[in-house]
């Protein structure tokens, strides 16, 4: 069943198929709120938080476009918006390797290494304004395309590329500060 | 969106591209799906509780008002009379209770339960 078909269902009255879309997209709708927020309990917040705002605005959402990159934009506004209330200026805990990744088929020295390199580039992007953070993370953690991100992020096309270019350089340049540190 | 590289990525985007896309997906907390849905489950049910614990309310309310505004000092009496009565400094005491007076502040009740049920469910639900 398309999420199309899902919708379609719930809006005819049977609100318990919202929960194939939960299933469905929670994965990813948290992963984003966490890469922004930078923080698991602020995520798992956000993620709840968009799925209720989308069960809500179901009505308004047009079948004619794919379901991700639509739930994804309501989970960036969540998060940009959770990082802008009062409670949110305390530093988030942003630097730490996930701890509950979903399992890989590396070795273990090499599951060692990459969770170094996956440590410092999270650090890295954690440094970094939120709106940065958030066109990284569409772009590149959910490959959207750069009108998908423009759209998300309720931005002209040339300024979602500018903020990415400005986002890349600056990611780029805290990884050589931050292993020009190290050694 | 395909879960794959986009396609209009371009030569300068690959290097980062790559190293982010080494950033291995979270799973979502335990209890995650379960939660959003008790809070779907909230919204669903609070738009009825609101109108009803208002429509209780509100004519009770305004009643009670009313009443207090004519018989304010009947009714001040009869209270003084019943604790009165309850510590016991009287034997007897004489009061009459108004039946609407009764009834509007029993819905009243109801109506104050229903907008408590509203307000903390969907907290209560989110919390857990």
Redesign the interface.
């Known amino acids: 069943m398309t999420d199309q078909e899902v919708v379609a269902r719930c809006l005819s009255g049977d609100r318990d198929a919202f929960a194939i879309l939960v299933e469905r997209w929670g994965g990813r709708v948290y992963n984003v709120a966490l890469r922004i927020t930078a923080d698991a309990d602020a995520a798992s917040d956000c993620a709840q938080e968009a799925f209720v705002r989308a069960y809500r605005s179901l009505h308004r959402y047009d079948p004619a476009y794919p379901f991700g990159p639509w739930i994804l934009k309501i989970a960036t506004n969540a998060s940009l918006t959770h990082l802008r209330s009062w409670h949110a200026h305390e530093e988030p805990m942003g630097d730490e390797p996930p701890e509950h990744a979903e399992p890989s088929e590396a070795g273990p020295e090499e599951t060692a290494v990459r969770r170094e390199a996956v440590s410092e580039v999270l650090a890295a992007m954690t440094a970094l304004p939120p709106a940065y953070r958030a066109a990284l993370t569409l772009r590149h953690l959910q490959q959207l395309s750069y009108q998908e991100v423009a759209d998300a992020l309720e931005l002209p096309l040339g300024t979602v590329k500018t903020h990415l270019h400005r986002a890349r350089a600056a990611l780029r340049a805290r990884l050589a500060g931050r292993r020009k540190g190290m050694s | ?8 990525l371009a030569p300068e ?1 690959r ?3 790559r ?11 335990i209890g ?2 379960d ?3 008790r ?2 489950r909230a ?2 049910r609070s738009p009825y509780e609101w109108p009803m614990a208002l429509a209780l309310a509100l004519p009770s309310l305004a009643y009670l008002f009313w009443a207090v505004g004519l018989n304010g000092s009947d009714i001040a009496v009869a209270i003084e009379n019943v604790f009165a009565l309850a510590a016991g400094t009287e034997g007897q005491a004489f009061f009459s209770v108004d039946g609407l007076l009764v009834l509007a502040f029993a819905l009243l009740g109801v109506g104050a339960l229903l907008g408590t049920h509203a307000l903390i469910t969907p907290a209560e639900e ?1 919390g857990r």
Do not use: K, N, T
Not at chain 2, 1 to 8: E, L, Q, T
Not at chain 2, 19 to 29: D, G, I, K, N, S
């Open positions: 969106m395909s879960g794959h590289r986009p396609a209009d985007e290097a980062v591209d190293v982010l896309a080494a950033v291995p997906p979270v799973a979502p907390p995650f799906r939660a959003v849905l809070r779907i919204e669903r989110a």
